[in-house]
């Protein structure tokens, strides 16, 4: 297949981890042939680890409706044979792979966390020289979930090319930390902090005290309740939280607050923190506003009056 650069999206990582995740599923249960099998959206959820959003916007991007259930669609179809072919062909050799990846690249990463992550990049090319039939047994024996900036920031999808894809230190590692068990992995704990109700409190020098948003993590962004505006928000705050702000002329830092916002989401999104943490963190924004909106009013001329 062609390598030439393409750039790789979140949504295109994304997509890429979920066809991954359907094969190792269709593995684990045995099947090396796309079997006749439909589904309603709860089991898609709990089989394949889609999540809501994924349901929302990807479900039609893998499965077909026929009379209210969903089955394989053909070009997932397509890509599933051949991964459960190469997958088919791979595992009787995988054991002896992983051994040769753990003596070569395994023994070279563990002495360069000892040397503080300082290595040899000759040396490091000749070990990855002399992978290239390994690395290939490896992927398709082991299907590794993989994290998402490794396809982003490098433009590549590994199944696009393997060998190409895997021609790099960071990509090594992963494999690396895959078969010790230290791998990434697919789950849905993200939809657990969604449509739960929060607070977010902040400061306002037009009324002199604090107003408390009601918030809710939606698989699209935030959605903010007031008493002056209510409504969607983009992840970044975009629309009814900012409107919120602007119209109580709250001094804010648009970029740094739209930065936090959506980090926050990214976080919850992939489930590691917990409702209480996410309420937390989302008051800690809450109170960086308020710092600010107090600072730009402390020392300002009663006459001037220009924040």
Same mark, same amino acid.
């Given at each position: 297949?062609s390598?030439?650069?393409?750039?790789?999206?979140?949504?295109?990582?994304?997509?890429?981890?979920?066809?991954?995740?359907?094969?190792?599923?269709l593995?684990?249960?045995?099947?090396?042939?796309?079997?006749n099998?439909?589904?309603?959206? &709860?089991?898609?959820?709990?089989? &394949?680890?889609?999540?809501?959003?994924d349901?929302?916007?990807?479900?039609?991007?893998?499965?077909?409706?026929?009379?209210?259930?969903y089955?394989?669609?053909?070009?997932?179809?397509?890509?599933l044979?051949?991964?459960?072919?190469? *997958?088919?062909?791979?595992?009787?050799?995988?054991k002896?792979?992983?051994?040769? &990846?753990?003596?070569?690249?395994?023994?070279?990463?563990?002495?360069c966390?000892?040397? *503080?992550?300082?290595?040899?990049? /000759?040396?490091?090319?000749?070990?990855?020289?002399?992978?290239?039939?390994?690395?290939t047994?490896? *992927?398709?024996?082991?299907?590794p979930?993989?994290?998402?900036?490794?396809?982003?920031?490098?433009?590549?999808?590994p199944?696009?090319?393997v060998?190409?894809?895997? @021609? *790099?230190?960071?990509?090594?590692?992963?494999?690396?930390?895959?078969?010790r068990? %230290?791998?990434?992995?697919m789950?849905?704990?993200g939809?657990?902090?969604l449509?739960?109700?929060?607070?977010?409190?902040?400061?306002?020098?037009?009324?002199?005290?604090?107003?408390?948003?009601?918030?809710?993590?939606?698989?699209?962004?935030? /959605?903010?309740?007031?008493?002056?505006i209510?409504?969607?928000?983009?992840?970044?705050?975009?629309?009814?939280l900012?409107q /919120?702000l /602007?119209?109580?002329?709250v &001094?804010?830092?648009?970029d740094?607050i739209?930065?936090?916002?959506? %980090?926050?989401?990214?976080?919850?999104?992939?489930?590691?923190?917990?409702? @209480?943490e996410?309420?937390?963190?989302?008051?800690?924004?809450?109170?960086?506003?308020s710092?600010? %909106?107090?600072?730009?009013?402390?020392?300002?001329p009663?006459?001037?009056?220009?924040?």
């Amino acid at each position: 297949m062609s390598t030439a650069w393409r750039e790789v999206t979140e949504e295109l990582a994304r997509s890429r981890n979920l066809r991954i995740m359907i094969a190792r599923v269709l593995a684990k249960q045995g099947y090396f042939d796309i079997p006749n099998v439909t589904y309603d959206i &709860f089991e898609i959820g709990e089989r &394949f680890c889609f999540s809501k959003r994924d349901i929302k916007y990807r479900v039609r991007d893998f499965f077909k409706q026929v009379e209210g259930r969903y089955t394989l669609n053909v070009k997932t179809s397509d890509f599933l044979q051949k991964a459960l072919l190469a *997958h088919q062909k791979a595992r009787p050799l995988l054991k002896e792979a992983e051994v040769v &990846f753990l003596k070569t690249f395994g023994r070279f990463s563990d002495g360069c966390k000892e040397a *503080h992550y300082y290595f040899d990049y /000759n040396q490091l090319n000749d070990i990855y020289g002399k992978l290239h039939d390994v690395i290939t047994v490896l *992927h398709w024996g082991r299907l590794p979930i993989l994290n998402k900036y490794l396809m982003i920031n490098s433009s590549r999808i590994p199944e696009d090319n393997v060998i190409d894809f895997y @021609d *790099h230190y960071d990509m090594l590692y992963a494999m690396l930390k895959d078969i010790r068990g %230290e791998g990434e992995c697919m789950t849905t704990k993200g939809d657990e902090t969604l449509d739960k109700k929060m607070t977010f409190s902040v400061y306002t020098r037009r009324w002199g005290h604090n107003d408390t948003y009601r918030v809710q993590r939606t698989v699209d962004g935030w /959605n903010v309740g007031h008493i002056a505006i209510g409504g969607a928000c983009e992840k970044d705050g975009t629309r009814a939280l900012f409107q /919120n702000l /602007n119209h109580d002329s709250v &001094f804010y830092p648009e970029d740094g607050i739209k930065y936090a916002m959506t %980090e926050l989401w990214e976080q919850a999104d992939e489930g590691t923190l917990t409702l @209480d943490e996410l309420q937390v963190r989302l008051q800690q924004i809450a109170d960086w506003i308020s710092m600010v %909106e107090k600072a730009v009013g402390e020392g300002q001329p009663d006459w001037a009056r220009y924040y």
